[in-house]
């Protein structure tokens, strides 16, 4: 019998092994990357499309393309998508990101028959009506102009811009031209070029038997791909123009607060040094007990929240933290962020915090990957991101190794506040 009166026995973790994906062929062509380690009939299907944002030919293309596929195809209407997903029990997520869209669906296996097949319409047929065209384009010009009122979100959008300029995806600063500026001719020339033109890799996760996999090739037999991984996932690289401008302010008269956006352009995930950074991140912001909430939330009292992080891209990250401030207190909140990143670079990290944010990362990433359907998030940020197959396996090596002086000389070799840019929306008057 469990005695729940005594604490269970602490065991430090000291390896993470994340179950590798076989490869197979579809039809000998489409690549399928199958992880099976369940019994309970539920399966996840992905399919990753490179046709992401770097990829679109003018802004909001990519994501709107990928948007509109459940509005109907050549035989199912956007009420015969959702009533039949709902039907089933599925369900259907869309998502773009920098260099490509995604679309994840969740389904029993019973029913996997009933319910692929509208997402293989949705890939190979979709007609992009313009009547619900038009009223998603109304719809998200109402979010936009609700969002460009919210400091944190005009901050954000401001500091992407400063640090990769005008011309570039990730920092052009949207406007509702850009919006009305879209056509459904433009979304089927985008989804006819990436979508229809072999650019797909395929995951399954899951209860996923063979007769599954001869299920999944029946059904995507005329929606097969003869390129390699590598072909499908080439960078694409805009050219970045970091702003001579250290901060940029927005106006946002009437506002009590003030968002404010920080940090500074830095290495991909696939430099060695990048668990260092994102360790030293963590540390400076990464959770509710860091350094900046400690110091700024806590102790100062200057915020309610107070994040950093490193968020990768295909050929370089980004060191952001983000905040809201009272006007009042812009000056001095950002003055403590610079501080404490100068405490990290001279003064060397206590045993005890240092093994803390150690348990914290090496847990975070044993929550976030604990199911077989959530390790295909695992396997795509690795192949994306062009890292090792045994990544996983080295990353609580990498993190338990650090020591103090690790700690102060990765502060000290990337956190170089000379090239951060910090932007402040809001009204300081």
Same mark, same amino acid.
């Not at 019973?110 to 384009?137: D, H, N, W």
């Not at 290495?267 to 040094?273: K, M, R």
């Given at each position: 019998?469990?005695?729940?009166?005594?604490?269970?026995?602490?065991?430090?973790?000291?390896?993470?092994?994340?179950?590798?994906?076989?490869?197979?062929?579809?039809?000998?062509?489409?690549?399928?990357?199958?992880?099976?380690? $369940?019994?309970?009939?539920?399966?996840?299907?992905?399919? @990753?499309?490179?046709?992401?944002?770097?990829?679109?030919?003018?802004?909001?293309?990519?994501?709107?393309?990928?948007?509109?596929?459940?509005?109907?195809?050549?035989?199912?209407?956007?009420?015969?998508?959702?009533?039949?997903?709902?039907?089933?029990?599925?369900?259907?997520?869309?998502?773009?990101?920098?260099?490509?869209?995604?679309?994840?669906?969740?389904?029993?296996?019973?029913?996997?028959?009933?319910? %692929?097949?509208?997402?293989?319409?949705?890939?190979?047929?979709?007609?992009?009506?313009?009547?619900?065209?038009?009223?998603?384009?109304?719809?998200?010009?109402?979010?936009?102009?609700? $969002?460009?009122?919210?400091?944190?979100?005009?901050?954000?959008?401001?500091?992407?811009?400063?640090?990769?300029?005008?011309?570039?995806?990730?920092?052009?600063?949207?406007?509702?031209?850009?919006?009305?500026?879209?056509?459904?001719?433009? #979304?089927?020339?985008?989804?006819?070029?990436?979508?229809?033109?072999?650019?797909?890799?395929?995951?399954? $996760?899951?209860?996923?038997?063979?007769?599954?996999? !001869?299920?999944?090739?029946?059904?995507?037999?005329?929606?097969?791909?003869?390129?390699?991984?590598?072909?499908?996932? !080439?960078?694409?690289?805009?050219?970045?123009?970091?702003?001579?401008?250290?901060?940029?302010?927005?106006?946002?008269?009437?506002?009590?607060?003030?968002?404010?956006?920080?940090?500074?352009?830095?290495?991909?995930?696939?430099?060695?040094?990048?668990?260092?950074?994102?360790?030293?991140?963590?540390?400076?912001?990464?959770?509710?007990?860091?350094?900046?909430?400690?110091?700024?939330?806590?102790?100062?009292?200057?915020?309610?929240?107070? !994040?950093?992080?490193? %968020?990768?891209?295909?050929?370089?990250?980004?060191?952001?933290?983000?905040?809201?401030?009272?006007?009042?207190?812009?000056?001095? %909140?950002?003055?403590?962020?610079?501080?404490?990143?100068?405490? #990290?670079?001279?003064?060397?990290? $206590?045993?005890?915090?240092?093994?803390?944010?150690?348990?914290?990362?090496?847990?975070?990433?044993?929550?976030?990957?604990?199911?077989?359907?959530? @390790?295909?998030?695992?396997?795509?940020?690795?192949?994306?991101?062009? %890292?090792?197959?045994?990544?996983?396996?080295?990353?609580?090596?990498?993190?338990?190794?650090?020591?103090?002086?690790?700690?102060?000389?990765?502060?000290?070799?990337?956190?170089?506040?000379?090239?951060?840019?910090?932007?402040?929306?809001?009204?300081?008057?």
């Amino acid at each position: 019998m469990l005695n729940r009166t005594e604490q269970p026995l602490f065991r430090p973790l000291t390896d993470i092994h994340i179950p590798e994906p076989s490869l197979v062929r579809l039809n000998d062509r489409m690549p399928l990357y199958v992880l099976h380690n $369940s019994e309970q009939g539920v399966i996840r299907i992905d399919f @990753m499309i490179r046709g992401g944002i770097w990829q679109q030919a003018q802004p909001l293309l990519a994501l709107f393309t990928v948007r509109m596929l459940r509005e109907g195809t050549k035989r199912l209407s956007s009420l015969d998508i959702a009533t039949k997903l709902d039907f089933y029990g599925a369900w259907l997520e869309q998502t773009c990101m920098s260099d490509y869209v995604v679309l994840t669906l969740y389904t029993l296996s019973k029913y996997l028959g009933q319910t %692929l097949p509208i997402v293989v319409s949705m890939l190979r047929e979709a007609t992009f009506p313009e009547e619900e065209f038009r009223v998603c384009i109304e719809n998200n010009i109402q979010h936009f102009r609700v $969002s460009q009122s919210k400091v944190r979100n005009v901050a954000h959008r401001h500091f992407m811009n400063l640090l990769f300029g005008d011309n570039h995806p990730s920092g052009h600063l949207l406007v509702e031209d850009d919006y009305r500026n879209l056509t459904t001719e433009k #979304l089927r020339q985008h989804y006819e070029k990436y979508y229809q033109a072999g650019h797909t890799v395929m995951y399954v $996760s899951g209860c996923v038997r063979a007769e599954v996999i !001869s299920q999944i090739s029946e059904i995507v037999k005329d929606y097969t791909d003869t390129s390699t991984l590598q072909e499908q996932l !080439s960078e694409v690289k805009p050219q970045r123009q970091l702003s001579p401008e250290k901060r940029h302010f927005q106006e946002l008269s009437g506002s009590v607060q003030c968002g404010i956006g920080m940090g500074m352009l830095t290495i991909p995930p696939t430099h060695p040094d990048y668990t260092s950074l994102r360790f030293v991140t963590t540390l400076l912001g990464g959770y509710y007990g860091s350094r900046l909430m400690s110091n700024i939330r806590e102790e100062k009292g200057y915020t309610y929240g107070i !994040s950093a992080s490193v %968020l990768p891209y295909a050929d370089c990250s980004v060191l952001a933290i983000t905040t809201e401030t009272a006007n009042a207190h812009v000056e001095p %909140l950002i003055g403590e962020v610079y501080r404490e990143i100068e405490r #990290l670079k001279a003064e060397p990290v $206590s045993a005890e915090e240092l093994q803390m944010v150690k348990n914290y990362l090496i847990a975070d990433v044993c929550r976030s990957y604990e199911s077989v359907l959530s @390790m295909t998030d695992a396997w795509i940020y690795v192949h994306t991101n062009h %890292l090792s197959n045994k990544y996983y396996e080295t990353l609580a090596q990498e993190i338990m190794r650090l020591t103090p002086e690790d700690i102060k000389n990765i502060s000290r070799k990337y956190l170089d506040v000379s090239l951060f840019r910090e932007s402040v929306a809001g009204a300081l008057g």
